[in-house]
């Protein structure tokens, strides 16, 4: 099926996905491919060994199965899935890499993977707000719900690390 046949053709099929299903669908899962590019390259800069562990904790966990989920029920309602990346290459890759400390340190990091997945979760919660197919709103639904538990073991990293860039009113003592 093609993406232009759900944008303009008002079908009476109800197995059918509408448009913003597919929009949220497909961005979430882009978002989430380009994220292993992003989380490579931050992983190959750190130094701090936990903030090691947890980057590629997420990576091997939760994005590749979260895509994987969008892909199988894109394909499941007659939707061609392009192939994935091959994203371990990434983390397998043994070539020096190095950006000075002085452009991104761990902190940086850090703070740059929480606002990645705040903008994530803002993404997420427009494509739940479009869908209309139960499915659809699953799925987006689980990622959501892990990319947020994710999003709050990052503040409490930070806060263990001592890397906080909020402003001290409104942290909590």
């Not at 392009?82 to 397998?92: A, F, I, L, V």
């Not at 000075?100 to 340190?105: A, F, L």
């Not at 761990?106 to 707000?129: F, H, K, N, W, Y």
Request: contains cysteine; aromatic residues 8%; proline residues 3%.
């Amino acid at each position: 099926m093609e993406v232009l046949e759900v944008l303009y053709q008002a079908s009476k099929n109800r197995g059918i996905l509408h448009m913003g299903d597919v929009i949220g669908l497909t961005d979430v899962c882009r978002n989430k491919i380009i994220g292993l590019s992003l989380i490579a390259i931050f992983y190959r800069q750190a130094y701090d060994t936990d903030l090691k562990l947890i980057l590629k904790a997420g990576v091997e966990k939760t994005i590749p199965s979260q895509i994987n989920k969008i892909q199988k029920l894109l394909a499941k309602k007659g939707f061609d899935v392009p192939s994935e990346q091959n994203w371990k290459r990434k983390y397998d890759e043994t070539s020096p890499f190095v950006i000075p400390r002085s452009v991104i340190d761990d902190q940086e990091i850090g703070m740059s993977v929480r606002e990645a997945s705040r903008l994530t979760l803002t993404l997420e919660a427009e494509a739940i707000r479009n869908a209309t197919d139960k499915d659809v709103r699953n799925v987006i639904g689980g990622i959501m719900e892990d990319d947020n538990n994710g999003y709050d073991l990052w503040i409490k990293f930070q806060k263990l690390k001592g890397w906080t860039d909020f402003p001290p009113n409104i942290l909590i003592h």
